[in-house]
């Protein structure tokens, strides 16, 4: 599974991408706000800085204007994405940037018949929101595992980018029911590492290691 790293903050992009973790980096409207940068400058610092795919995310409603954003966006670097709406105007965006030969990521997908519809339209990313279905008491991984189920069926080449990410728990089921992708906050990502019995069993090894009196270097 790729890891995406679902910020605009580029200090903690650097840090995992220092350790080789990041395969690509989403953004969203609300990301820039929080990050206080200007979209265009920020983007050309992020896609310069990762190999992978970029998600950038149109602001317009109708699909001519999202049309003309999506390649101001793409216009900023080789591997930027294209980020669309799942609506109508967005799908007809999608196609049509896609056919121009543009990376296009359908965001806001809350169903698998959306995401069938933005296959159809040629979408190189399909974005379900897995924790804010959740959030409302829907099974957020269990439209995960239907549009793998359906893309398989098909051999359809869209990928599954899971998205809404907040825990570690999200992250593994993701894995395991077989999504393309996940983007998650760089905490959730730093939080995998993490294990109680790992802390403890260091800590009685170090414990032991001192007792030696022993050095390594
Ligand atoms: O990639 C989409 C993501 O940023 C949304 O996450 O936690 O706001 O639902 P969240």
């Known amino acids: 599974m790729k890891f995406f ?16 973790m990041v395969d690509g980096v989403t953004t969203n409207p609300s990301l820039i706000l929080k990050s206080g940068r200007d979209i265009l400058e920020v983007t050309k610092e992020i896609a310069d800085l990762v190999d992978g795919p970029v998600s950038a995310e ?20 080789e591997n930027i994405a294209v980020k669309v709406p799942l609506t109508w105007a967005g799908l ?22 959306q ?17 804010r279905l959740d959030d409302i008491n829907l099974d957020g991984m269990e439209l995960i595992a239907d549009i793998r189920t359906i893309y398989d069926n098909y051999d359809f080449q869209t990928e599954i980018l899971a998205a809404s990410i907040r825990s570690v728990n999200h992250a593994f089921q993701c894995a395991h029911v077989g999504s393309d992708v996940m983007t998650a906050p760089p905490k959730v990502i730093k939080a995998m590492a993490e294990h109680p ?13 001192e007792k030696t009196g022993q050095k390594i270097l």
């Open 5 to 20: 790293v679902d910020t605009a903050e580029i200090e903690a992009i650097a840090e995992l991408n220092e350790l080789g």
């Open 58 to 77: 149109v602001v317009a409603t109708e699909a001519d204007a999202m049309i003309e954003e999506g390649r101001k966006l793409a216009g900023i670097a």
């Open 92 to 113: 007809k965006a999608c196609n049509v940037l896609t056919n121009e030969g543009r990376m296009v990521n359908v965001t806001l997908c809350f169903s698998a018949n």
């Open 115 to 131: 995401a069938l519809l933005a296959a159809k339209a040629g979408a190189t990313f399909i974005s379900p929101f897995i924790g």
């Open 197 to 209: 019995l790992t802390d403890k069993g260091l800590e009685a090894f170090l414990a032991d290691w």
